[in-house]
Structures are given as C-alpha cells and as structure tokens.
Nanobody, 117 residues
Framework: QVQLVESGGGLVQPGGSLRLSCAAS????????MGWYRQTPGKQRELVAS???????NYVNSAKDRFTISRDNAKNTVYLQMNSLKPEDTAVYYC???????????WGQGTQVTVSS
C-alpha cells in the first residue's frame, strides 16, 4: 500500500504558475505509473498527466505545452509544474500511483487549485 500527500495548490491569477507535489510513503523507484488527475463539481475525474516508469509524460490536450509531470526518486515525490494557468484549470487535483501494471491505484486527498483574477 502507498500513502500519498499532495501539496502546492492555491489561488493564482490567470497566466500564473503553480507546482504541485505528491509525496509517497515508500520508494517510487519501481512504481509502474504515476499520474495527476483533476475534478470539478459534477464532472468525472480527468487524467491530466501521466508518467510510465522513466518514460516521457503524457498529457491531456488542454495541458500540453503548459504542464510538466516529473519525478524525484530520491525524494519519493511526483510533481506537476503548471504554467500559463487558465480559469478552466480550476479544480481539485489528485495524485495517483499504480505500483505495478494491472495493480490497484492509490489516491491522495487532493489539493485545490483556483485560477482567478
């Protein structure tokens, strides 16, 4: 099992930046997949960015060229750097990890991101 704690959310103006962090309770060195999702009231949770092993990130179209997912194995932490933020990026952002292919996913508690002037 893995416990995840997100941080870094907050209120930011349009065009601003935030970096979300997801700290894991165990080593992420061998974890199969990590991802960031977001959810707004009344909508399904949406995959924003994912990272399989040490490969390159995959992004939802609306996040391409603005968001970057990365990992720091030494700190057992996954990051989501978000630049050029827009009001439509406002949501609760959740971290998810899948320890091995086909295995269960683990979720953090979420962190609120609000983009507003």
């Amino acid at each position: 099992q893995v416990q995840l704690v997100e941080s870094g959310g907050g209120l930011v103006q349009p065009g601003g930046s935030l970096r979300l962090s997801c700290a894991a309770s165990r080593s992420i060195l061998s974890i199969y997949a990590m991802g960031w999702y977001r959810q707004t009231p009344g909508k399904q949770r949406e995959l924003v960015a994912s990272l399989i092993r040490s490969g390159s990130g995959n992004y939802v179209n609306s996040a391409k060229d603005r968001f970057t997912i990365s990992r720091d194995n030494a700190k057992n932490t996954v990051y989501l750097q978000m630049n050029s933020l827009k009001p439509e990026d406002t949501a609760v952002y959740y971290c998810n990890v899948q320890v091995f292919f086909g295995g269960p996913g683990y979720w953090g508690q979420g962190t609120q991101v609000t983009v507003s002037s």
